[in-house]
């Protein structure tokens, strides 16, 4: 806060000193030429001239003028001391704990903002026990979230051994079927907690993104080629169109691989009866836009604020069956934004469309640049 050299308590506490001086010499003086006119006045006339004969004129106005000095400084003072005493009031309460006390800040000199920098400091100190409460809450969740979903595949895992163990099996064929499922449900377990350790990894924000210039035309084109058996057996093919021929964002290769692999692998998962998967790529506004766009049943409208939640998935039933673990989309988005990016998700009867935006690059070379 900007205070004038004027109101600073040094200049304050020099005013109120004078002006009770001041003061001080008036009500005196008045005192001194009313008690001359008093002194020929019936009955002040005896206790007047005994006390100017006993004490003396000067002595009795010198005692006066000292007392009301002391009157009229804490009268003066009063304002001043009494915000120094509701500061030291707001410092006790801050001290115990209660963090949600505001000091007035009442004024504009060292008190005020004194007042005003112990305000901002308990504001910053509400922030930050804020935020980590909702990160000891989010880790809780998160540990909720994945024992509940390790529990469950490890239980049917641990039936079907048993099964097998126990030698409860009718025939071969069982004994393969029971081997099956217990292998698949393996294979559930492995993926969820590979995919909680990249996530958690993500999170924790210890990454350490290996940037690249890369044309995300180019980049997008080879990746859909590695999901060509994918998309075979799922029955689909996947057209990609792009207006210009390259377009440059700056990022890890790696990373941007995985985050547009999970939308990719969602796109077949969840879009098979559509047929195509349609990615169109651009640019506007310094930014470069992916729509990858499957035509398969729509997220329902109440799912859709969700999806990029970790552990979300709609319509529940459907996507256990698809043995997702619901942290794809979770990690697509931590990886998006911190690129810098957003990933927004628009669905409808007629299609479903996941959008990334990434800032373009601001190198215009055709060279690669070196890895950070
Ligand atoms: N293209 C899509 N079409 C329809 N629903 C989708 C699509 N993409 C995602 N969803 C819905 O959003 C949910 C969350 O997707 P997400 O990728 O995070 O998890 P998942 O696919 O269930 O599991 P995984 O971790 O194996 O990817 C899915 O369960 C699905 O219900
Ligand atoms: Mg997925």
């Not at 004129?57 to 009063?78: C, E, K, W």
């Not at 698949?184 to 907690?193: A, G």
């Not at 709609?314 to 698809?322: E, I, L, V």
Request: proline share 2%; charged share 25%.
């Amino acid at each position: 806060m900007k205070f004038n050299f004027i109101y600073t308590m040094r200049w304050k506490f020099l005013s109120v000193f004078a002006l009770s001086i001041a003061s001080a010499f008036v009500t005196a003086f008045i005192g001194y030429r009313l008690g001359f006119k008093l002194e020929n006045v019936e009955p002040f006339t005896i206790p007047i001239n005994w006390v100017v004969k006993r004490i003396g004129s000067l002595p009795v106005l010198v005692a006066a003028g000292f007392l009301m000095f002391l009157i009229y400084f804490f009268l003066f003072s009063r304002k001043m001391f009494d915000y120094l005493e509701e500061i030291t009031r707001g410092l006790q309460e801050i001290s115990q704990g209660n963090l949600s006390y505001e000091i007035t800040t009442q004024s504009s000199d060292e008190l005020g903002v004194l007042a005003d920098h112990f305000n901002r400091m308990t504001k910053k100190l509400r922030k930050s026990i804020e935020e980590e409460r909702k990160a000891e809450r989010t880790k809780n969740e998160l540990i909720t979230g994945v024992s509940h979903d390790l529990r469950t595949p490890l239980t049917s895992v641990l039936g079907y051994l048993e099964l097998i163990e126990t030698d409860r099996y009718k025939d071969e064929v069982e004994l393969r079927y029971y081997t099956k499922i217990a292998y698949e449900k393996t294979k559930n377990l492995k993926k969820l907690i590979d995919h909680l350790f990249e996530y958690t990894s993500l999170s924790d924000e210890g990454i350490k993104l290996h940037m690249k210039k890369v044309n995300i035309i180019g980049f997008l084109k080879q990746l859909t080629e590695e999901f060509n058996p994918q998309l075979k057996k799922a029955g689909m093919s996947c057209r990609l169109a792009a207006r210009d021929d390259s377009i440059y964002v700056e990022a890890d290769g790696h990373q941007l691989m995985r985050a547009y692999e999970n939308v990719i692998s969602n796109a077949i998962r969840y879009g098979s009866s559509g047929k195509y998967i349609d990615i169109r790529i651009g640019s506007t506004g310094g930014e470069a836009v992916v729509e990858i766009i499957n035509y398969g049943e729509a997220i329902p409208e109440r799912d859709l604020p969700y999806v990029f939640e970790r552990f979300y998935r709609a319509d529940k039933s459907r996507s256990s069956q698809n043995g997702g673990t619901g942290l794809g989309l979770a990690i697509t988005k931590s990886i998006i934004e911190l690129h810098g990016g957003r990933i927004s998700v628009r669905s409808d009867r007629r299609e479903t469309a996941f959008e990334t935006r990434l800032p373009l690059c601001q190198v215009s070379s055709q060279e690669p640049q070196k890895g950070r």
